[in-house]
């Protein structure tokens, strides 16, 4: 399962003078905690005094609200707008309000923040990530302060610029980074077969993969083998496919990762970006969670320290499998219920009684419902006859009601030739499958 990847083209060009997020009361600095799900960090966050739950991602420049499940926002000063972007050539309609009130934490808040919301109800990748997700927030989160992110702590530490914190970061890496199109972009080394080309990326916290390599813009390309087509995520304009496959290293300032993953998309599926000039690629969340990295947008900075998970492998979702969350449903669970102790005193009315009892009883709680999104072809889970639609109901004997999504692709991405068995539903029938994961994109030397 990939996480959809927004690159975001708006058809209609505003330009608004904002403040930007302020830290307030004279703080030197705001902690501001995380989750991390597929490698992707989401904050909650309050748009008008409603709580929401949102992507950060450098990848897109404006804020974007996809989703309000059922929760009331007042939204003023608001005109239409179209988007294009990657999936097709095709747009789709929005809106665009301004001065709205954000706040990420107590002492950070935006007072006149600009909000594009998309009205396509479909375009909504929850079901994907297994938590409600809102919206998307972006350049405007860091565009005013020194922000660093720390993925092993999952905290985020948001800098006073009244405060020079500098000396913070005397064991970091620095490099130049440029912003362009409101998004950051640096130049990184890729060695795809045996030699190094210099490579114009863009730091994208939104894209799960490790990096992300557009063939039409890198001369004289040809495909790494083996390789294979695969879904790379959804855009606005319906599904992204292209080729995955390994490549030798990406080499960012100092550091040297080997073995990454690379994802291509086809040509048709980025038709309608507006590129960059120069720029070959995306350098995404699965390389950058293996440092503490920091922005600094006003001085074009990029700071990165490398972490213990600096030499963990590139892994990938073996199954074949693109497992959806289906939302809730109530699910009787048997739960041990200890009664206390009665007593009644030895005394003339008879002899002392102790009463210990332990029962089982049933009760009702709210579980997740998982079904499959998608399956790869010639994968594993193909071969297994898995198809398209199907109920998850076990894996490996654990029901899957007691997972997360995310503890369910760890399975999936766990280790080569590891026996999965797989219990389904499909038309309320009950199936037994049984796959080996297998890695269909292998490192091979030349």
Request: hydrophobic share 40%; proline share 4%.
């Amino acid at each position: 399962m990939r996480i959809f990847k927004l690159l975001l083209l708006f058809t209609c060009v505003f330009i608004n003078a904002q403040s930007g997020f302020e830290v307030l009361n004279n703080k030197k600095k705001i902690n501001i905690p995380f989750r991390q799900i597929n490698n992707l960090i989401f904050l909650d966050l309050k748009v008008n005094d409603v709580n929401l739950t949102f992507l950060l991602d450098t990848g897109v420049a404006e804020t974007l609200l996809f989703s309000l499940e059922n929760k009331d926002i007042t939204f003023e000063n608001v005109e239409k707008v179209r988007f294009t972007g990657l999936g097709g050539s095709n747009y789709i309609e929005g809106l665009k309000s301004t001065k709205n009130k954000v706040v990420v934490a107590k002492n950070l808040i935006d007072f006149n923040h600009d909000i594009y919301i998309i009205l396509d109800e479909n375009f909504n990748f929850s079901s994907h990530v297994g938590i409600p997700v809102n919206g998307i927030i972006g350049y405007h989160f860091f565009k005013n302060h020194l922000i660093k992110i720390d993925y092993n702590k999952h905290i985020i530490t948001v800098y006073n610029d009244k405060f020079s914190p500098e000396k913070k970061f005397k064991s970091f890496e620095k490099i130049p980074m440029s912003i362009e199109g409101q998004k950051p972009y640096i130049n990184a080394e890729v060695q795809q077969t045996k030699t190094f080309f210099s490579a114009k990326m863009l730091i994208d916290l939104g894209n799960s993969d490790a990096i992300w390599l557009f063939p039409n813009r890198i001369p004289n390309f040809n495909y790494n083998k083996p390789n294979i087509d695969d879904f790379l995520g959804r855009g606005f304009n319906g599904d992204i496919f292209g080729k995955r496959s390994r490549i030798h290293a990406i080499k960012i300032g100092s550091t040297l990762l080997e073995k990454p993953i690379a994802a291509m998309p086809s040509a048709e599926s980025v038709q309608s970006m507006n590129f960059a000039k120069d720029r070959i690629g995306s350098i995404g969340s699965d390389v950058l969670k293996r440092f503490i990295i920091a922005q600094d947008y006003k001085n074009r900075i990029f700071y990165l320290k490398k972490t213990s998970a600096i030499n963990n492998p590139f892994r990938f979702n073996m199954s074949g499998l693109d497992i959806k969350h289906d939302g809730m449903k109530w699910e009787k669970d048997l739960v041990r219920v200890d009664l206390p102790k009665l007593s009644e005193n030895n005394n003339e009315k008879g002899k002392r009684i102790e009463v210990s009892q332990s029962e089982f009883q049933y009760k009702f709680v709210l579980k997740p419902e998982y079904s499959v999104a998608g399956v790869r072809e010639d994968s594993p889970g193909f071969l297994a006859g898995i198809q398209k639609g199907d109920k998850l109901v076990e894996i490996n004997g654990k029901k899957v009601s007691d997972m997360s999504l995310q503890q369910i692709n760890e399975i999936f991405m766990s280790e080569e030739n590891k026996f999965i068995k797989i219990r389904l539903l499909r038309n309320s029938l009950p199936l037994n499958k049984e796959l080996i994961l297998k890695d269909p994109i292998p490192y091979q030397e030349d």
